[in-house]
Nanobody, 128 residues
Framework: EVQLVESGGGEVQAGGSLRLSCAAS????????LGWFRQSPGKEREGVAC?????????YYLDSVKGRFTISSDNAANTVYLQMNNMEPEDTAVYYC????????????????????WGQGTQVTVSS
């Protein structure tokens, strides 16, 4: 079965850190774009970070998380991570990982419409 399962969400105080994990099954990462998105109540889902395995590995970060969040992967474990440091209350959201075959991470944007495979989401709450 092809699926993504997120874990690692929770509650943290402002300035703290969390690491989200997304375990993939049923496919390998070669040739795929892997993204993290988030959605807060009343807001549209936005792309947070993305990594794509093409000839040149491309990474995308939302401006507001640059320097604080890092996307990485362990291909042997078929898992993609989102390390979140120096977190802010504005980071509070449900975080989703997503995957799609092809090069759908661009230097300056990522679009949820390009991704067909989604995890169930994990809640992240940052208290002030």
């Amino acid at each position: 079965e092809v699926q993504l399962v997120e874990s690692g969400g929770g509650e943290v105080q402002a300035g703290g850190s969390l690491r989200l994990s997304c375990a993939a099954s049923g496919f390998t990462f070669d040739g795929y774009a892997l993204g993290w998105f988030r959605q807060s109540p009343g807001k549209e889902r936005e792309g947070v970070a993305c990594i794509t395995y093409s000839d040149d590995v491309i990474k995308y970060y939302l401006d507001s998380v640059k320097g604080r969040f890092t996307i990485s992967s362990d291909n042997a474990a078929n898992t993609v991570y989102l390390q979140m440091n120096n977190m802010e209350p504005e980071d509070t959201a449900v975080y989703y990982c997503a995957a799609e075959g092809g090069n759908y991470c661009y230097i300056d944007y990522v679009t949820q419409a390009d991704f067909a495979l989604w995890g169930q989401g994990t809640q992240v709450t940052v208290s002030s």
